[in-house]
């Protein structure tokens, strides 16, 4: 699930309760300049989603209870792969162990995270928080993941990885099984690249199918 398009849009078109519909607009006129920057000047995209950040933080500064971080994180819920559920019940009910590791902004993706049942969440800082600015993104993303399965002492068990980007690459490389959800035409690529790796298109399978491959 490729989530910055809907944040963009929410910071572009979203409700924003509290907010002076001046204030709203300035920030959906913002973040289109932002994106504008982004295809047009190549700005960036760390720069990009930092400033974006930003003014996500001075939008909920007057929203305090949250609602539209509920309503994104609600739209974010609707469309989570159906054929994860059976693997992602058990994540919630803490019967698997599992990391999500995304770098998505913080500032939605960790609640989004806690409302999928993930006990540990790894992504890009909030604005103003420790880190902030860094993207959890590439090499940053896998470092940040293998401290955490040292911290856990999980360091030596079977890594599985679920994926639909091939920016993800340097995560890919430390994992055995591969459960891609990205472009069907890209696995046999992937596959010549890590002849090792147990590469699974993700999109193919059901729910019982995927639930079942975890342990084959």
């Known amino acids: 699930m490729n989530s910055y398009p809907s944040w963009v849009r929410y910071l572009i078109v979203g409700h924003f309760p509290e907010n ?30 930092a400033k974006l950040q930003s003014l996500w933080s001075k939008a909920a500064a007057k929203d305090p209870d949250s609602l539209a971080q509920d309503w994104l994180i609600g739209d ?28 998505a902004a913080g500032e939605y993706a960790i609640p989004l995270g806690k409302k999928l049942g993930f006990k540990f969440i790894l992504a890009t800082p909030p604005f103003g928080t420790p880190g902030a600015g860094e993207e959890n993104y590439g090499s940053v993303k ?3 993941v293998l401290a955490l399965l040292k911290e856990n002492g999980w360091e030596d068990r079977p890594r599985i990885f679920f994926t639909d980007h091939a920016d993800d690459m340097p995560l890919i490389e ?12 890209n696995i046999q ?9 147990k590469i699974l298109n ?10 079942a491959a975890l342990s084959e």
Not at 174 to 185: D, E, Q
Not at 202 to 211: I, N, Q, S, V
């Open 76 to 103: 974010l819920y609707s469309v989570v792969r159906p054929n994860l559920f059976p693997i992602m019940s058990r994540v919630m009910k803490q019967e698997l162990d599992a990391i999500l590791a995304t770098a």
């Open 202 to 211: 993700g999109l193919d399978l059901d729910g019982k199918e995927a639930f």
């Open 142 to 144: 896998r470092d940040r």
């Open 20 to 49: 002076k519909t001046s204030d709203r607009i300035k920030i959906g006129l913002q973040t289109i300049y932002l994106m504008l920057q982004r295809k047009l000047m190549n700005k960036d995209h760390a720069f990009v989603k």
């Open 174 to 185: 430390v994992c055995g099984k591969i459960f891609w959800f990205g472009p069907a035409a």
């Open 189 to 197: 690529t992937m596959k010549t690249a890590h002849p090792d790796k």
